[in-house]
């Protein structure tokens, strides 16, 4: 057993605060940048895709922050604490503090992409593709962050490696923002990347995108029933957190994307 005695900030310049958090998001975006133009260079190699460029991509890179903290933020503040912020307009611009939705900020990121490769020319699904090689890398770094600031935390437990966060009462609980940051982070990694460079499923636009999807969904759903659920939201229907619905309806949005480009292939 573990009591969590972690500060949320790293350093106090009294002007400005340094946060984990905070910093998380900065180094989750420039590792996935590099790792993701290490990418380009070996899609270059395929004759069909040697147009690609990386100074394209580094191009993109605001259009990706901007889509990342706008989505993430807004999809947080309207799904899951809309009555609070309401009343609170001001902190809604307080992101270094936390609150931000994978599934506002995926929506983000769509939207940039395809603004991005539409002002490009660039078949949209092939930017996606690379981003999901490499989100993993900033949902791992988002979690760790999320359990240095003690919160996400699971349920209750009495398991050896349980953890009491004193923010929330003497209860030892489940690390579920490491259970998170192993399946989101380092499994969801290895699974994506093993069918996108070596079964170079890269070659296929979407395929990648679609099975990012799906392996995200089913690893949140297997770490949010170790999470206790937002208290100002509960269960739905008894047994379904909001994360849980939400990754249903990526779950369905992957299967519909591999399902659309297997039409397209039978019929091309």
Known sequence: MFTHNFDPVLIDLYIVEVRWYSLAYIFGILVGWI????????????????????????????????GIILGGRLGYVLIYNFDYYIQNLHEI????????????????????TIVFTSIKKIYTFIYLDII???APIGLFLGRISNFINGELYGKATDLPWSV??????????????????ILEGIVLFI???????????????GYVSGLFLIFYSIARIIGENFREPDKHLGYFFNYFSMGVI???????????????IKNNEQYN
């Open 191 to 205: 699974l994506i990347n093993f069918f996108a460079l070596k079964k170079q499923l890269l070659l296929k636009a």
């Open 164 to 181: 009491i966060f004193p923010n929330v009462g003497t209860f030892a609980r489940h690390p579920s923002q490491i259970y998170e940051a």
């Open 246 to 260: 939400l990754s249903f309806a990526t779950f369905l949005a992957g299967c519909f994307i591999i399902f659309f």
């Open 132 to 134: 999901s090689c490499v």
């Open 93 to 112: 611009f307080y992101v270094w503090k936390g609150g931000m939705s994978f599934h506002g900020g995926l929506i983000g990121i769509i939207i940039a």
């Open 35 to 66: 790792y993701a133009k290490k990418i380009i260079k070996h899609l270059k190699t395929n004759d069909s895709l040697s147009y690609l460029k990386i100074k394209d991509f580094d191009d993109f890179i605001p259009y990706l922050v901007i």
